[in-house]
């Protein structure tokens, strides 16, 4: 290719700045959506939660895009109108999803309000979840496509495992900072929601950046004699979501997805109450553990995606971070093993997993689906998977409050038993497995090239 048919997604240079720019709205997204996940004792001690109402509060993340099609909604979006709008408009919806959620966490409301049977703070609280997840979702397939259109041909896996690595440095710092922020603002629980909250709207103008950026790669792209570019453009039609449902392999990939993530993201939720719990941790410490398991996928995901670039391999990838999954979840669930070195040992390799079926996942649809119905297929599959992040929090919030408490009725501190929310994660990461076996057999057959490398010689 001479230098006059180059779009300027050739440019090493532009595609890493557009990929920078975009991780900077992700990071502070994925920020947010785990927040408050360390708070889950406060919420209880300070504000009178109940496991129920976490659970509830938790699932509304979900809601909207599960009920109302908001993913899908968006994806036709995305195909419609493209990234730019598409991803302005998300990361507004994050902005004010979060503001209301503060709002509710900041206030007190008179005692016996309730909305839908919960307390009015839980209630109006939920409601800026369910915004925001709106928003943070959109933003992600928005986001997996703008890496589609920067990076196909080159580092395409490399580049998604980079953005999902940022995007967890929120993660970490959702799992780490909050209760230190309490702490610094004198008990302040919704301190950490206002210092996010300063991020998403940081987030949301860096997305303007993007903006100019993505203007120059048409502009350069018109350019290109040979118009292969401008194929990916043609937009949504119900063809394409026809063609996309009849994919097999399509399905197997929203199912795993939906599968292996409901044992990992709701299981956050938890994670320092369960380690409180299970491995009598100090609960100012608690939040630690588990940010070290986005910390190991920081350095994972990317290697990972590396290798399936120039590898191949992406199911097998699948199939052994499935496996792990189980493993891991199988350890937690049994009783007695309560040694804080096995729990860290654990989480690490629980980042392994988390690194080893995203960075082989996500490019994997690439692979299945034609660039045009991207935007469907990235939609479809994220919509399939918030059913689980939706209903297994709220799942796993009730068997708590019904089956697990063990201190006595009217206690100052609620304990728990976890074990059976933990046989709960486990058998998701079998069915994981199952499916993962399914897709590499459906790629034997149909020849997706999932084991093939993602790099052109
Ligand atoms: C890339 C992928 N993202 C998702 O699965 C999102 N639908 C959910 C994000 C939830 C953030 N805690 C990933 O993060 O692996």
């Known amino acids: 290719m001479n230098t006059a048919q180059k779009s300027l997604r050739d440019k090493p240079v532009a595609r890493w ?20 996940s360390p708070l889950k004792p406060l919420l209880e001690k300070d504000l009178g939660w109940t496991s129920g109402d976490y659970g509830w509060f938790t699932s509304a993340y979900g809601w909207f895009n599960v009920f109302f099609f908001m993913l899908f909604i968006g994806g036709i979006i995305l195909d419609k109108v493209g990234a730019r709008i598409t991803g302005l408009l998300a990361s507004g919806i994050m902005v004010i999803g979060a503001s209301l959620k503060y709002y509710a966490i900041a206030n007190t409301f008179p005692e ?28 992600g397939i928005t986001v997996s496509k703008i890496i589609v259109r920067w990076f196909k041909g080159y580092e395409m896996a490399l580049a998604m495992g980079l953005q999902v690595a940022v995007a967890r440095i929120g993660t970490l710092l959702a799992m780490a900072a909050p209760l230190r922020i309490v702490d610094y603002f004198h008990g302040n629980i919704a301190a ?17 950046v993007y903006i100019v950026m993505d203007k120059k790669l048409e502009a350069s792209m018109e350019k ?4 292969q570019e401008s194929d990916s453009e043609e937009g949504f039609s119900f063809k394409d979501l026809k063609a996309v449902f009849a994919n097999r392999g399509f399905w197997y990939i929203a199912i795993l997805c939906v ?15 369960f380690f409180i719990n299970k491995f009598g941790m100090a609960p100012e410490r608690a939040g630690d553990l588990p940010g070290l398991l986005p910390l190991g996928t920081l350095f994972l ?32 669930a049994v009783e007695g093993l309560t040694n804080v070195t096995l729990a860290v040992i654990l989480v690490l390799l629980l980042g392994v997993a988390l690194s080893l079926v995203p960075s082989a996942m996500w490019p994997s649809v690439a692979k299945i689906i034609p660039e045009k119905q991207l935007g469907t297929a990235f939609s479809m599959i994220f919509w399939v998977q918030n059913w689980g992040l939706m209903g297994v929090p709220l799942l796993i ?14 206690a100052e501190k609620v304990t728990y038993n976890y074990h059976i929310p933990m046989l709960i994660f486990m058998g998701f990461g079998v069915l994981s497995v199952v499916f ?13 090239g999932l084991e093939l490398p993602n790099m052109k010689k």
């Not at 109006?124 to 709106?134: E, N, P």
């Not at 950490?192 to 303007?208: D, E, M, N, Q, T």
């Not at 919030?397 to 009217?410: H, M, N, Q, Y």
């Open 259 to 273: 599968l292996f993530y409901s044992s990992v993201f709701p299981f956050l939720k938890y994670a320092t109450d």
């Open 301 to 332: 995901t990317p290697i990972f995606g590396g290798i399936y670039d120039k590898v191949g391999k992406g199911a097998t990838i699948m199939i052994i971070g499935s496996i792990l999954l189980v493993l891991i979840h199988g350890l937690f």
């Open 397 to 410: 919030g009730v068997v708590l409050e019904k089956f697990c408490i063990t201190s006595a009725p009217g």
């Open 192 to 208: 950490p929601l206002a210092f996010c909250l300063v991020l998403l709207i940081i987030g949301f103008l860096s997305y303007f």
């Open 224 to 227: 290109v004699e040979d118009g």
């Open 436 to 448: 993962a076996f399914l897709l590499k057999n459906a790629d034997k057959k149909k020849g997706y």
């Open 17 to 36: 700045s557009a990929l920078i720019i975009v991780s900077i709205t992700m990071f502070c997204g994925y920020f947010f959506t785990d927040v408050m």
């Open 112 to 139: 016996g309000a309730t909305i839908l049977g919960h307390s009015k703070q839980v209630a109006l609280a939920a409601l800026g979840f369910a915004i925001f997840g709106t928003g943070v979702e959109i933003m």
